[in-house]
């Protein structure tokens, strides 16, 4: 299995601009995570999907962020419109089943820098 | 959702044993503790699980005492290659991953 894949792996864009930050998770995993990481706060969960329905948004930061996973195979993360604030890496991972006690599989992650 | 600290940083030499020691006051009864590394560059990768007591796979060791309230991660013959951040989370069921700031490792010759 070739892992999560993540696309872009960098993106530089200018304020204002709206990003959209694409995610495939492992064939057969039912759950999907979109998470941010930065050096000021770390690793922060965004959202997650179980089975393709979002179970806790609560870590998105403001309406300017958006999500969606409209099959088992593909998701998307939204930004729009984009601020320097939201330059980061942000990462995407999957796995079996939601909960602590599943490994997630983390993907290598898109460098989004905001100008 | 358990709170976890673990020391900010630790440096060790290649070959020696490295344990990174995390503790969780509160953990409660259907918790689970888990480990994660990250390079840099990279995202987090699943180094190893446990309830209690001891749990040993091909990278690392997991020791938990009997009160559970901490849980040490045991590293034998560390490389250049385990210089890394390495995570304790505490959780179960369906709690989300709650990453702290973990340990940043660096592994010297």
């Known amino acids: 299995d070739a892992g999560v894949i993540q696309s872009p792996r960098h993106e530089v864009t200018e304020m204002g601009q709206e990003v959209t930050l694409r995610c495939k998770p492992i064939?057969?995993?039912?759950?999907l995570f979109w998470y941010r990481q930065t050096m000021m706060r770390g690793l922060e969960l965004l959202i997650y999907?179980?089975?393709?329905?979002?179970?806790?948004d609560s870590g998105m930061p403001e309406d300017r962020f958006s999500a969606k996973m409209p099959n088992a195979s593909f998701s998307t993360l939204k930004i729009q419109p984009s601020e320097p604030r939201d330059s980061a890496v942000y990462f995407c991972?999957?796995?079996?089943?939601?909960?602590?006690?599943?490994?997630?599989?983390f993907g290598p992650g898109t460098r989004l820098t905001v100008t | 959702l358990a709170k976890t600290t673990q020391p900010i940083s630790m440096d060790s030499y290649e070959g020696q044993e490295v344990n990174i020691t995390c503790s969780h006051n509160n953990i409660a009864t259907n918790d689970y503790i888990t480990w994660y590394q990250q390079f840099p560059s990279q995202g987090p990768r699943f180094i190893i699980q446990g309830y209690k007591t001891k749990v040993t796979n091909e990278v690392a060791s997991l020791f938990i005492p009997a009160d559970r309230k901490s849980s040490t991660l045991s590293l034998p013959r560390v490389s250049l290659s385990d210089t890394a951040v390495y995570y304790c989370?505490?959780?179960?069921?369906?709690?989300?991953?709650?990453f702290g700031t973990g340990t940043r490792l660096q592994v010297f010759p």
């Open positions: 991972a999957s796995s079996l089943k939601a909960g602590r006690t599943y490994e997630q599989y």
């Open positions: 064939s057969g995993h039912n759950s």
């Open positions: 989370l505490v959780g179960g069921g369906t709690d989300k991953l709650i």
């Open positions: 999907f179980n089975n393709n329905v979002p179970i806790d």
